[in-house]
């Protein structure tokens, strides 16, 4: 019910939702009510004055639903209630945003450092299959490194596919299911078990082509 409340604020227009956030909301582990909560509070600036009264009366609520709220965002550490003694010699209560703003400040930076990690994947790939990347490639790097593959992994995929002659990211695709599958960790790993194969096989090191699809195929 709260949400609905909040939700009809937002339409009215009494709170302004920057996109950026909406799209990040999962990352800041709240539920949408309290999203919604944390975006009132956005608006009204930092260092707000306690009052939850205030608070229920611009958003509609409850004031126990308004307190809910407080403490859920303080038990996250998104917010926290500050206590200062003005030039009165009265205490005050505030609303303070600094662990908000330092989250989305991380968030943030997270964001500009995968886009540079996925700037050089996507350089590298272009340039050691000497041809320029589809949408739906690009696509299909983003959901390896999604997917928990390591830029180094797959740089090194890439060029076992090179080696080959083959520059098709379905390859890529099949030799990073295969290493996974082995439960390689390390480059280390990889070029371990490349010298086994090749021990095993008795083939001239200096002329050997490694493909990793056709391992299994004796």
């Given at each position: 019910?709260?949400?609905?409340?909040?939700?009809?604020?937002?339409?009215?227009?009494?709170?302004?939702?920057?996109?950026?956030?909406?799209?990040?909301?999962?990352?800041?582990?709240?539920?949408?009510?309290?999203?919604?909560?944390?975006?009132?509070?956005?608006?009204?600036?930092?260092?707000?004055?306690?009052?939850?009264?205030?608070?229920?009366?611009?958003?509609?609520?409850?004031?126990?639903?308004?307190?809910?709220?407080?403490?859920?965002?303080?038990?996250?550490?998104?917010?926290?209630?500050?206590?200062?003694?003005?030039?009165?010699?009265?205490?005050?209560?505030?609303?303070?945003?600094?662990?908000?703003?330092?989250?989305?400040?991380?968030?943030?930076?997270?964001?500009?450092?995968?886009?540079?990690?996925?700037?050089?994947?996507?350089?590298?790939?272009?340039?050691?299959?000497?041809?320029?990347?589809?949408?739906?490639?690009?696509?299909?790097?983003?959901?390896?490194?999604?997917?928990?593959?390591?830029?180094?992994?797959?740089?090194?995929?890439?060029?076992?596919?090179?080696?080959n002659g083959v520059s098709n990211l379905r390859y890529v695709d099949k030799i990073l299911?295969?290493?996974?599958?082995?439960?390689?960790?390390?480059?280390?790993?990889?070029?371990?078990?490349?010298?086994?194969?090749?021990?095993?096989?008795?083939?001239?090191?200096?002329?050997?082509?490694?493909?990793?699809?056709?391992?299994?195929?004796?």
């Amino acid at each position: 019910m709260k949400g609905n409340k909040l939700l009809h604020v937002i339409k009215d227009g009494n709170i302004v939702v920057p996109l950026y956030l909406l799209k990040r909301r999962k990352e800041l582990k709240i539920t949408l009510e309290e999203f919604l909560f944390l975006m009132y509070l956005y608006n009204k600036g930092n260092k707000l004055i306690f009052n939850p009264n205030l608070f229920k009366e611009d958003l509609n609520m409850e004031l126990v639903d308004v307190m809910k709220l407080i403490s859920a965002l303080t038990d996250k550490d998104l917010i926290t209630v500050d206590v200062e003694v003005n030039d009165k010699g009265i205490r005050e209560e505030y609303i303070n945003l600094d662990n908000f703003y330092n989250k989305v400040n991380l968030i943030m930076l997270e964001d500009a450092n995968n886009k540079e990690m996925d700037s050089d994947i996507f350089s590298f790939v272009e340039n050691e299959f000497s041809r320029t990347l589809s949408p739906s490639e690009f696509e299909f790097i983003k959901a390896w490194l999604e997917n928990g593959n390591s830029e180094e992994f797959i740089k090194e995929a890439v060029k076992e596919a090179s080696i080959n002659g083959v520059s098709n990211l379905r390859y890529v695709d099949k030799i990073l299911y295969e290493w996974n599958k082995k439960g390689f960790k390390t480059l280390e790993d990889i070029q371990k078990n490349k010298k086994e194969f090749r021990e095993k096989k008795k083939e001239n090191v200096e002329i050997f082509e490694y493909d990793w699809l056709d391992e299994n195929e004796d």
